[in-house]
Structures are given as structure tokens and as C-alpha cells.
T-cell receptor, first 117, second 114 residues
């Protein structure tokens, strides 16, 4: 069974600084996707960034980037130049890219990030 | 606004009540999902519909009954719930089940079972 572990229940960072959120996962699959989702206090979950396991290059989206270590099954999220609007719950998620479970997201418990002025 | 709406936003019901949650997507997507978000637990996938056909039922108790009458609407019918069913219920949709397509989430229905 696939599992996703986020070992940091809560983190805080000063505005304009950089923070890294950790995520590890366990799977026997070789073809899969990893995601980071953000859930602000208003509750609507939005996709931050995604990574296809077959791509060696780490994904980046503006101030957000990942460090994907496939052998270590690690998928951390780095937020640069943190902004107050980055305050949210961040969820790491996994899904296989084929088979009957394709697209079924498996989530970690989340990390609550607070950006302080 | 992500194009996925859910009603009601808040619901309080007794254990003997019957109620329904509604999800509507305005994005032309073919796949829709129900998730349960409980405190201190990871989001749990409950049901998946693809082209209005249920393709996944993650061992969800029968007191939860989904319905997908068309590709734009998804319902979750609730009856004889338990207090531990209190949670935030999230609906999502995507172009199809391929992970390359992003899942768009609604704002959720906060359900309290008394």
C-alpha cells in the first residue's frame, strides 16, 4: 500500500525568508505523480506544484520548487521569499500513473505553515 | 473561484436524519471525486466517478451513497450517520483521471453529526 508521510505538523517562517516542507512516500510503483496542494484558511484546496516521477528535473513554479529524490522517496517543497498569503495547510500527495488507481490521490496529514510579518 | 461549488457549506444533522450534499462543476470535466477531511487525519478518497460511472469506492460505509446524474453534478446522500462522520467533505473534478490533469477542489461542506 502506498503511504505519504509529512513529519512536520507545524512550521513558521518570517516573511521574505525561505522555508522547506518535508514529505516522504512509500510505493513499489515506478510510474507515478507527486503533488503539493495548499489549503488556505478559507478551505479551498489548490494545486501548488506537481512532479512526474520519470522526470529527473525538479519542478518549479515561480517561488515554489521541489527537491525530488526518487531513490530516497523524498519530495520536499521549498518556498522562497515567503509571503503572508502563503499561510496555509500544505499537503503532499501521491498517485500512480496507470492502472485502476490512476488519479486516486493519497494525501499526507499536512503541514500547517504560518508566515509571520 | 475554481469552478467547483458545493452546497450547503455547513450542515448539522442528527443521526436519524437524511440529507444530501451537492457538488457542481462548471469546467467541463469528466471525472469527479468525494473526499473526507477529518481532523488529524489525511484526506481520504471516498468515491470516484468517471464519465458518470462509479469507478472507485474506497470501502466507504453504506450510510454514504453517491450519485452522479450527469458529468456536472455529484451528490452524496447521507443517512443514519454517526458522530465520527463529522468532517469536512470535499468535492473535486478533473478533465479525466489522468494525473497530468489537475484536480480542482470545491470549498467543502462542514458536516456536524449530533
Amino acid at each position: 500500500a502506498q503511504t505519504v508521510t509529512q513529519s512536520q505538523p507545524e512550521m513558521s517562517v518570517q516573511e521574505a525568508e525561505t522555508v522547506t516542507l518535508s514529505c516522504t512516500y512509500d510505493t513499489s510503483e515506478s510510474n507515478y505523480y507527486l503533488f503539493w496542494y495548499k489549503q488556505p484558511p478559507s478551505r479551498q484546496m489548490i494545486l501548488v506544484i506537481r512532479q512526474e516521477a520519470y522526470k529527473q528535473q525538479n519542478a518549479t513554479e515561480n517561488r515554489f520548487s521541489v527537491n525530488f529524490q526518487k531513490a530516497a522517496k523524498s519530495f520536499s517543497l521549498k518556498i522562497s521569499d515567503s509571503q503572508l498569503g502563503d499561510t496555509a495547510m500544505y499537503f503532499c500527495a501521491f498517485t500512480p500513473n496507470y492502472g485502476g488507481s490512476q488519479g486516486n490521490l493519497i494525501f499526507g496529514k499536512g503541514t500547517k505553515l504560518s508566515v509571520k510579518p | 473561484e475554481t469552478g467547483v461549488t458545493q452546497t450547503p457549506r455547513h450542515l448539522v444533522m442528527g443521526m436519524t436524519n437524511k440529507k444530501s450534499l451537492k457538488c457542481e462543476q462548471h469546467l467541463g470535466h469528466n471525472a469527479m471525486y468525494w473526499y473526507k477531511q477529518s481532523a488529524k487525519k489525511p484526506l481520504e478518497l471516498m468515491f470516484v466517478y468517471s464519465l458518470e460511472e462509479r469507478v472507485e469506492n474506497n470501502s466507504v460505509p453504506s450510510r454514504f451513497s453517491p450519485e452522479c446524474p450527469n458529468s456536472s453534478h455529484l451528490f452524496l446522500h447521507l443517512h443514519t450517520l454517526q458522530p465520527e462522520d463529522s468532517a469536512l467533505y470535499l468535492c473535486a473534478s478533473s478533465q479525466d483521471r489522468t494525473p497530468a490533469y489537475e484536480q480542482y477542489f470545491g470549498p467543502g461542506t462542514r458536516l456536524t453529526v449530533t
